[in-house]
């Protein structure tokens, strides 16, 4: 019980009185062959058949609160561990050093695993966090968290009965990007996810059509025929160029490390600078371009640069709008990826006053 902000050990009685006494009793210590007299003092609390004013120590038992037997208190005690029994049943994290491959697949209720060094290992790690989200019974997550911080998601496949496999999560990948001298691209990323690939996209037109028919299809309804949709932009892997990667938080120049057709082997091993140098090339005579006064289109669009936009239906300059990406992707297929960094890579004249030549210039600029 507390008494004036004391805390002390109340005395069991055989029955309630009507004061309540505070009592102090002493002991010896013996400490290296000395005898400390009354060196510990116990201050405990008991009740006292009759209550005097006046006398210190002395406190009415009507002045105080909440005092409960011991079955009473016995009884509560035994009612707080079953509710916290039951409340460890509920609670959303746990952890384990055992956990198998089968455990997990048969998790489907929400809760957070935090495996250590003794559980299966999953996605190429001995530790790890296990997210288990459940929106309803044929709508199930499960989301692994690598120590430092790479996600792996996989979902439950309620036709099958069954999980499909992990994926990388990339939306969340971020990427820095930085250009120097105008032409040299530097970049800077973080963690990257087994089997994630940084891929160097292209922004072009998407064509109208949707689907067609043909003229030799088998459906009468479409033979013939093609259904349009709206005309836009979009980015696009650019040749299935891959680039390459570096450690986390640390800048670097990727080269392209796989392109999709042989044809394109010329660029693996190549800067962005050359990568990208098809997005722009040159038209008309030679004496012109050796003049610095060629003509210069971006591929896919009706773009055109000349000196000066001299020439008709020409600019001064052009660009050719391109992005880096984080996105699960080899020589043939592409995932939609996490965050871009966009980027333009640009064309201009440039007219050196040394020499007092127009030459032509390439390179970066970022969005």
């Known amino acids: 019980m507390v008494i004036d902000g004391e805390v002390l050990r109340f005395k069991a009685a055989a029955k309630p009185g009507n004061g309540i006494q505070i009592r102090e009793t002493t002991e010896n210590i013996v400490a290296d062959g000395t005898t400390y007299r009354e060196a510990r003092i116990y201050r405990y609390a008991e009740y006292v ?5 006046n006398v210190p120590g002395l406190y009415p038992a009507s002045g105080f609160s909440m005092i409960e037997t011991n079955d009473q208190l016995a009884k509560k005690l035994l009612d707080y561990t079953a509710v916290n029994s039951d409340l460890a049943k509920k609670l959303t994290v746990l952890s384990t050093d055992s956990l198998t491959r089968v455990q997990l697949d048969a998790q489907k209720d929400n809760v957070r695993l935090n495996c250590r060094k003794g559980c299966f290992a999953l996605n190429g790690a ?6 288990v989200y459940r929106h309803s019974a044929n709508n199930i997550t499960q989301e692994q968290i690598l120590p430092d911080l790479r996600r792996y998601v996989r979902y439950w496949n309620s036709a099958a009965k ?3 496999g992990f994926y990388p999560v990339t939306e969340n990948l971020h990427i820095d990007v930085k250009v120097v001298k105008g032409s ?3 970049v800077r990323h973080g963690f990257i996810p ?5 891929v160097l ?8 059509k949707r689907r067609s028919g043909g003229t030799t299809g088998t459906n009468a309804a479409w033979k013939g025929k093609s259904m349009l949709r709206q005309p836009k932009n979009q980015y696009v892997h650019y040749k299935g160029v891959i680039l390459s990667t570096s450690s986390p938080n640390n800048w670097y120049v990727p080269k392209c490390i796989g392109v999709t057709d042989k044809e394109d ?6 800067e962005l600078g050359s990568v990208c140098s098809d997005m722009i090339v040159a038209s008309g005579s030679l004496s012109e371009i050796a003049a610095g006064n060629g003509l210069y289109k971006v591929v896919g669009t009706r773009v055109k640069a000349s000196r000066k936009g001299t020439k008709p239906k020409t600019q001064a300059c052009c660009y050719a709008r391109i992005a880096l990406q984080f ?4 020589k043939t297929f592409k995932s939609a990826g996490g965050e871009m960094a966009r980027m333009k890579y640009r064309l201009w004249f440039h007219l050196d006053k040394k020499t007092n030549k127009t030459v032509v210039r390439r390179g970066f600029s970022a969005d």
């Open 184 to 186: 040299t691209v530097y």
């Open 162 to 164: 069954t999980w499909g």
């Open 327 to 330: 996105a699960a992707a080899g």
């Open 265 to 270: 082997n010329a660029l693996i091993g190549k």
């Open 49 to 53: 058949p009759t209550y005097t004013k």
């Open 126 to 131: 001995e530790e790890y966090t296990i997210n």
């Open 194 to 198: 087994e089997g994630v690939q940084l």
């Open 201 to 208: 996209l292209r922004k072009k037109k998407r064509s109208r």
